[in-house]
Structures are given as structure tokens and as C-alpha cells.
């Protein structure tokens, strides 16, 4: 029987001892076999054994993890969804938005060049800054505060002005007319274009003419009325403007020099006046409007005043009051 001490394991090596067994068996003569070594599937089924086993969560209780989580979030969820959406409503929450493209702006002014203008005339552009310039030579006097004298025969003033802006474009400034004819009942009939030239407007600042233009068209209200009533005699080319009749200018934005708007020359065509509408003062601009028409030239004549050229002209400037 032989003393060889078994091996600790299948996969394990003999050892010393072993061999030192089976040496002196076989040389006393024992039949024991050398000791075998574990082969490799026993090696790797030992191994198996020894090796610690890693712990698997199964599939099913992640599932129930995530379920778990989600169920617990959802309330907050829900609430986290409707502050947000409120604060939406209140607007402090901004939105970025795409700005619009600013509409193009219509011209200020027109340039420092003559200019035919919409509706009709031409600009003195090209008098930008001259001082004293006037389509229609004007007599001495014609442009003073003072009024002129009631047997000078028929007379122009400005019945109103000011600034009327206009949707989409520069705002224009608009001239009444008011025609008068004292000291006569005989009626004062002018041409609707004013013998074919228009009229004349120019506004002078300290620094010389900001605005001006001529053969400028007149709207001849007594006349459109006339026409819509169906009148007699309303197709013709003249107009009635006896006994306080008028009409109206419009001087567009070109017809202004370079660097002014019209609602300032509006502005600064109105003389300063204190608490109770006196006027104090001139205005810081000049207006004049001019015109001649041979119908003013017969009236005077017939009246045995000079014809004058058939000229009338009149301006903002009224006297201040005297203390």
C-alpha cells in the first residue's frame, strides 16, 4: 500500500513530498503508479468552482425601478409644466422674435436743385439759402407786417397754414387763400390756373429760403362745390372768389430744402403769441405767397388803379402789438 499523500486538487501539481513518495516506492518495489496530473477539464471546473459569482439584478426588478421613479416624478412634472406655461402668459418669460423691417422712410426734404414736384410745380431748390429770392418780382412793401390800404383794390391774405401729415409718405404744408375786394361790389373772377402760372410760395429763415416753389396748382373749393351741385356755367376756366372766396395750396416735402421737415417750417411759420393770443413777436420764418392773374390787373383798372401786373401777394407776418 503505498503512502502517497493524495494532491489537494484535481488542478494542482504533485508535490515534493509525492515524488520523494513514489521514488522510494518504486524503489522498494511498489506497483504504484506515478501520481497523475489534473487534466485541464478538471482544472477548469475547480476553477469555476473557486471563482465568486457576480450577483445579477434581474431585468424585471429594473423595470419596476423605473416605473417606480417615473410615477413619483410625475405630479412634480405636472406642476413644473403649468408654472412655466404661466409664466408664458404673464410675460416674463421672453420670447425671442423676429423683428419686422422698419418701413422705408419717405424723403425729409427735397435736394438743393430745381424739381418737378408731385401734383405739379417745380421747386427752387437750386435758391436754397438765398436770401430775399422770389419767383414774382414783388413791389417795395409787399412783404411788411403792415396790411395794404383798403382802396388798393382786390387783396390777398393767408387764411390759414400748417403741417398735414400724410400716411405712408412726408407730411405736406398746406396755404388757404382768401381773396377780398374792398371798396367794390364788382366780382373778381381769376383763371383756375391763374393765367397758367400757378402760384408762388417761398419761407425764408434767418439763413435764406428753406423752402420754396412756383407754378403750384390751386384747389378751388367754391368751385368743386359748384361743379357737384351742377351749376351753370361751372365748366368754364375761371372761378368766382368775390367776397372772401379762396382756395388752397399744398407745397410737398420736396419743394424743402435739404435738412428741414415740414412740421418745423409748419411751426416756425407761427408768430409767438402770450397768454391771451396777442402776438408778441414775428415768426421765425417768413411765408410769402404770390400769384398774378390779368383778371386782378382789369379789376384795378376799372376801380382807376395802376394794373400792377395783375400781382397779389401776401405773408404771415402781422403787426405786434404797440404797448
Known amino acids: 500500500m503505498s503512502s502517497l499523500p493524495p494532491a489537494q486538487g484535481p488542478d494542482e501539481s504533485p508535490s515534493d513530498e509525492q515524488w520523494e513518495a513514489f521514488l522510494r516506492d518504486a524503489m522498494e518495489g511498489g506497483d504504484a503508479g506515478a501520481p497523475k496530473e489534473a487534466s485541464a477539464r478538471d482544472r477548469l471546473a475547480a476553477a469555476r468552482v473557486r471563482r465568486p459569482r457576480r450577483q445579477r439584478r434581474p431585468r424585471s426588478g429594473t423595470a419596476r425601478s423605473a416605473t417606480a421613479w417615473l410615477a413619483a416624478a410625475a ?20 420670447i425671442p422674435r423676429s423683428s419686422p423691417p422698419a418701413p422705408a422712410a419717405g424723403p425729409a426734404s427735397g435736394p438743393a436743385e430745381a424739381v418737378s414736384l408731385p401734383g405739379g410745380g417745380t421747386s427752387d431748390g437750386d435758391q436754397c439759402g438765398t436770401k430775399g429770392y ?4 414783388l413791389p417795395a412793401g409787399a412783404t411788411d407786417a ?8 382786390p387783396q390777398l391774405s393767408l387764411s390759414h397754414y400748417g403741417y398735414a401729415a400724410d400716411p ?7 396755404i388757404g387763400l382768401r381773396f377780398t375786394t374792398p371798396g367794390t361790389k ?3 373772377r381769376v383763371s383756375r390756373t391763374l393765367g397758367g402760372e400757378g402760384a408762388a410760395v417761398e419761407i ?15 384747389i378751388w373749393p367754391s368751385a368743386a362745390r359748384a361743379s357737384a ?8 376756366a375761371s372761378v368766382d372768389v368775390s367776397d372772401g372766396g379762396g382756395g388752397e395750396i399744398v407745397v410737398p416735402a420736396e419743394a424743402l430744402c435739404p435738412g428741414h421737415d415740414g412740421d418745423s417750417v409748419a411751426r416756425s411759420l407761427v408768430p409767438p403769441a402770450d397768454s391771451t393770443g396777442t402776438v408778441t413777436g414775428p415768426p421765425r420764418y417768413r411765408l410769402v405767397v404770390s400769384l398774378r392773374d390779368p383778371a386782378v390787373g382789369t379789376l384795378r383798372t376799372t376801380l382807376g388803379l395802376p394794373a400792377g401786373g395783375g400781382l397779389l401777394s401776401a405773408v404771415n407776418l402781422v403787426p405786434a402789438a404797440r404797448s
Do not use: C, N, Y
Not at 168 to 174: A, H, L, S, W, Y
Not at 229 to 236: D, V
Open 146 to 153: 403792415e396790411p395794404p390800404s383798403p382802396a388798393s383794390g
Open 75 to 94: 405630479p412634480w412634472t405636472a406642476v413644473a409644466a403649468v408654472v412655466v406655461f404661466g409664466a408664458f402668459q404673464m410675460g416674463l418669460i421672453p
Open 168 to 174: 405712408g409718405r412726408e407730411g405736406d404744408i398746406v
Open 204 to 218: 425764408e429763415g434767418p439763413d435764406g429760403l428753406v423752402a420754396g416753389a412756383h407754378g403750384l396748382p390751386v
Open 229 to 236: 351741385s351742377g351749376a351753370s356755367g361751372t365748366s368754364g
Open 134 to 137: 422770389h419767383h414774382f418780382p
Open 186 to 188: 364788382k366780382p373778381l
